[in-house]
């Protein structure tokens, strides 16, 4: 059973649905797998929890 994590920026509802959709749909293709074996899990980062070029994403982000 594959088990997918996903890091990345706070999403809407709607936006988290439609990732674990394609890429659930996607990894079962990819594998040959069963889409109901696909565990996928997305870990919300807060912007200041992120360092990209040495500074804070919030502070490059608008």
């Known amino acids: 059973m594959p088990a997918i994590t996903i890091e990345g920026p706070k999403a809407t509802k709607e936006a988290k649905k439609e990732i674990i959709e394609k ?22 980062c807060e912007q200041d929890n992120v360092g990209v070029g040495g500074k804070q994403l919030s502070e490059i982000e608008h």
Request: hydrophobic residues 45%; without cysteine; negative net charge.
């Open 23 to 44: 890429v659930s749909k996607d990894v079962a293709e990819a594998y040959g797998l069963p889409i109901q074996s696909i565990v996928i899990t997305i870990h919300e």
